[in-house]
């Protein structure tokens, strides 16, 4: 049956053995209608979630019957030709100030690291740097800590550790070799939404933690957990977290409670409230500097 295989799954794969068994005990009883298999992802999904809240774990319904397992290089190739490489706008705006948008998937560095590199480039000298995650929703572990290493300093950091249900760690650190490296001296503020999620919040966590960025927007939605999936039926897919990311600084993550801004404001207002912000900052460092209005020209567009 259905509920029973998901229930030994869980049991078997899902990140915390303990919280597995709760998880799969609460669906002792739980029916679904399994000729509607739309219907029964998306309960299966709330039922799944209701134990802590982990919104890695779901059941996903496909159109197209699930086939073998894609090669990894190909199916990050095709994730390029959908999404881009990971950097969906560059603008330099009024006043040098220097604007990144990435997402909405942060794929493997063979992409993304050129991308990354070349708007860094076209960006050269702006301040400050304002990086736009707002519509980021995921990505690659490693390619978040090689754009972490744009703007850390020259020795390598350890930013976190990726720990998996049988103990096992991966160490995540940044890299000295990427270039170019942006001034330590230029104020960085990262954008959010509610929509920022997984790897999207990843980036914008490690910065916060770091003292490298001030987080200015929504506070993000909460995923922290890399999953595994598993097919449940030609059309049915089983998504479930294997482990945990654990951050050097702070010992946690943001897993159930998102990462919280710094500055707290609509997303839709994020970038004038960062302008302000940092023109404010300024202001108090150098009192003679000409204060930016705060009504910022070629702005609304930018959104």
């Known amino acids: 049956m259905l509920i029973d ?39 299966l999904t709330a039922a799944l979630q209701a134990v802590n809240g982990d919104r890695h774990l779901r059941v996903r319904h496909v159109a197209e019957p699930i086939g073998p397992e894609p090669d990894p290089r190909e199916f990050i190739a095709e994730l390029v030709r959908e999404n881009g490489p990971g950097v969906t706008e560059v603008r330099r705006l009024p006043g040098n100030v220097g604007l990144l948008a990435i997402g909405p998937v942060i794929p493997t560095g063979e992409y993304a690291g050129p991308a990354i590199s070349a708007a860094l480039t076209l960006l050269r000298g702006v301040s400050p740097l304002i990086i736009d995650l707002r519509g980021c929703l995921g990505g690659v ?18 930013v976190h550790d990726l720990v998996r249900r049988d103990g096992g760690i991966t160490q995540f650190w940044t ?33 916060q933690a770091l003292g490298r960025a001030t987080v200015v927007g929504e506070t993000t939605g909460g995923g922290a957990h890399p999953r595994e999936d598993f097919e449940l039926t030609p059309h049915l897919q089983l998504h479930i977290p294997t ?13 159930g409670v998102g990462v919280t801004p710094d500055v ?21 460092r150098n009192p003679s500097a000409r204060r930016r209005e705060n009504g910022h020209p070629g702005l609304a567009d930018s959104h």
């Open 5 to 43: 295989r998901i229930q030994a799954l869980v049991r078997e794969h899902y990140v915390f053995p303990d919280i597995a068994v709760a998880i799969a005990d609460s669906l002792a009883g739980f029916t679904v209608d399994e000729a509607d298999e739309p219907a029964a992802a998306e309960a």
């Open 243 to 255: 482990a945990r990311p654990v951050n050097l600084i702070t010992g946690t993550n943001w897993e």
């Open 141 to 158: 572990p490693e390619t978040v800590s090689m754009i972490v290493s744009h703007l850390t300093g020259d020795e390598p950091v350890h």
């Open 264 to 284: 707290a404001c609509a997303a839709s207002d994020a970038i004038d409230v960062a302008l302000r912000h940092a023109a404010a900052n300024s202001d108090q």
């Open 175 to 207: 890299a000295t070799f990427v270039s170019p490296k942006v001034d330590p001296g230029i104020p960085v503020y990262v954008l959010t939404s509610a929509r920022t999620f997984s790897g999207g919040e990843e980036l914008a966590y490690d910065l």
